[in-house]
Nanobody, 118 residues
Framework: VQLQASGGGLVQAGGSLRLSCEAS????????MGWYRQAPGKQREWVAT???????NVADSVGGRFSISRDNAKNTVYLIMDSLKFEDTAVYYC?????????????WGQGTQVTVSS
């Protein structure tokens, strides 16, 4: 499984970015796909998830500013980030996972840097 993340960059506070994550397999092969982020000196934290059946949610810390969407035909999930804040600065990682008889398998993209200038 390969996950190709893109769309990060430098943006001023209040600006917007859209991250993309394209999977090498059908998104329906996964239980869910989503995004995590890791700021310098902090642990990786969950940001948003899109479940295979279509349900989706985002972390409270970004609710109202971030949203997640999916393009089934392109095997791609997007993280739409509006009203960006300095504290959103982090490396954003795409995640896909699926359950097997031996448990959950997680797959990670390479990470894309988002830098918000204040």
């Amino acid at each position: 499984v390969q996950l190709q993340a893109s769309g990060g960059g430098l943006v001023q506070a209040g600006g917007s970015l859209r991250l993309s994550c394209e999977a090498s397999e059908s998104i329906f092969d996964f239980s869910s796909m989503g995004w995590y982020r890791q700021a310098p000196g902090k642990q990786r934290e969950w940001v948003a998830t899109f479940m295979r059946a279509g349900a989706h949610n985002v972390a409270d810390s970004v609710g109202g500013r971030f949203s997640i969407s999916r393009d089934n035909a392109k095997n791609t999930v997007y993280l739409i980030m509006d009203s960006l804040k300095f504290e959103d600065t982090a490396v954003y990682y795409c995640n896909a996972n699926r359950m097997t008889a031996r448990g959950r398998n997680d797959y990670w993209g390479q990470g894309t840097q988002v830098t918000v200038s204040s």
